[in-house]
């Protein structure tokens, strides 16, 4: 598609007006306030609807106002009253109707952003990059730039957590001359408890030989009367003598002395237990942080490639990050006719199936710039609808008190 005509009535400034392009477009000119930009702005919003129009855009002391406008293969039609009522009118060369609805069918083929490359000349920096990433495929980072913000956040958990840990493991003391395990204290405990038992039954038994010894003795004393029993207790003594010979004492004293140092080798087992612990989990946050930088790293590599790999609007134009570059340099280093005819070839991309540029202060430009725009626009099949003051042998159109000058 490409414009054919425009007829415009009591729109802004306008009274009555149509164009009729060429293949190249249209330039209108013609002083200041005298309806040159409503000519403009009637394309845009034919195009786009409502979002274009201004406050008052019925001309004063008039009840409607008119935009027709013709794309050889759709011809748009907008009428709009003075309260503000809207009427949108397609027509179809072939006749058919299309499914959707009237601003919805015209969005398909008509770019939201601009159709004035000097809108994004005026762009710097990032705003001009992701309107170019927009029309370069495989250039929308969006999703591939939060994943790797994901996983450095999460990367910055993980050194965290192994700084903290790394820190823990260093003051946690390492005994090597610790055995492996824990003695049981309670072991030696229970065994000290047996044997303080056996020692009170080999106690009772002395005792119990001290008793007869002081029997003996008395009954020595009364050796007439108690010579049976004597000989009865000296054979009961001699008896317990040899049981009493037999007895060894445990030990009591060493056996308190060793569950006490089994306590301090076992503090020095937990505490390498714990070592080992946290050297385990500093190895493996350690590995976590390698393998997310490593993630990160391909994330990056994909990045460059998909930006070496991207195929731009215009043969030299580069897209890294926020800055715009052009052969090697950045776009906003060029000069502004270089820049605009970077932008024109941008706009020219955002708008394959209507190829229209308009450019709403071309007085901004020398005719050098306007004419290597030109250039590239009719090089590229595009038509250029540009608004010039005053009037030159470059005019296709004089706009005077709002209405074409014959």
């Not at 748009?76 to 949108?88: E, L, M, P, S, V």
């Not at 958990?157 to 820190?167: E, F, G, I």
């Amino acid at each position: 598609m490409q414009l054919v005509s425009l007829e415009v009535s009591n729109f802004m400034r306008i009274v009555e007006a149509r164009i009729d392009f060429d293949k190249n477009g249209a330039t209108i000119s013609g002083d200041n306030e005298q309806g040159k930009s409503a000519l403009l702005t009637a394309i845009k919003v034919a195009l786009r609807g409502k979002g274009e129009a201004p406050e008052d855009v019925v001309r004063r002391g008039e009840k409607a106002a008119k935009i027709s406008l013709d794309l050889g293969d759709l011809a748009i039609t907008r009428d709009i009253d003075a309260k503000g009522k809207w009427k949108t009118k397609l027509k179809w060369a072939d006749g058919k109707t299309r499914p959707g609805g009237t601003q919805s069918i015209l969005d398909t083929f008509i770019d939201k952003v601009a159709f004035d490359p000097t809108k994004l000349e005026r762009m710097k920096g990032r705003e001009l990059a992701e309107e170019i990433r927009k029309i370069v495929p495989g250039l929308d980072f969006t999703d591939h730039d939060a994943k790797r913000d994901e996983k450095f956040k999460e990367r910055t958990d993980v050194n965290r957590d192994l700084k903290a840990k790394t820190a823990e493991l260093e003051a946690c003391p390492y005994h090597k001359d610790a055995p492996a395990e824990e003695y049981s204290a309670a072991v030696l405990l229970d065994e000290v408890e047996a044997n303080r038992e056996r020692n009170a039954a080999n106690h009772s038994k002395r005792k119990a030989l001290d008793d007869l010894r002081a029997s003996a003795i008395e009954i020595k004393n009364n050796i007439a009367a108690m010579t049976a029993k004597l000989d009865e207790t000296i054979a009961r003594g001699k008896k317990m003598s040899a049981e009493v010979d037999k007895l060894k004492d445990l030990p009591v004293d060493d056996l308190v002395a060793d569950a006490k140092a089994a306590e301090e080798t076992n503090a020095k087992v937990r505490d390498n237990a714990k070592h080992a612990t946290l050297s385990a989990e500093v190895t493996s946050l350690d590995e976590q942080a390698d393998s997310l930088t490593s993630y990160m790293d391909q994330m990056d590599e994909v990045k460059k490639d998909a930006i070496s790999s991207a195929e731009y609007p215009i043969e030299g134009l580069a897209v890294d990050g926020d800055v715009v570059t052009y052969q090697g340099n950045p776009l906003e280093g060029e000069s502004r006719a270089r820049r605009l005819v970077v932008c024109t070839a941008i706009v020219m991309a955002r708008n394959p199936k209507l190829n229209i540029l308009l450019l709403e202060d071309g007085s901004r430009m020398d005719k050098k710039t306007r004419a290597e725009i030109l250039e590239y626009a009719g090089e590229h099949g595009a038509q250029l609808v540009i608004e010039v003051v005053g009037a030159d042998e470059e005019c296709t159109v004089v706009i005077e008190d709002g209405e074409v000058r014959s």
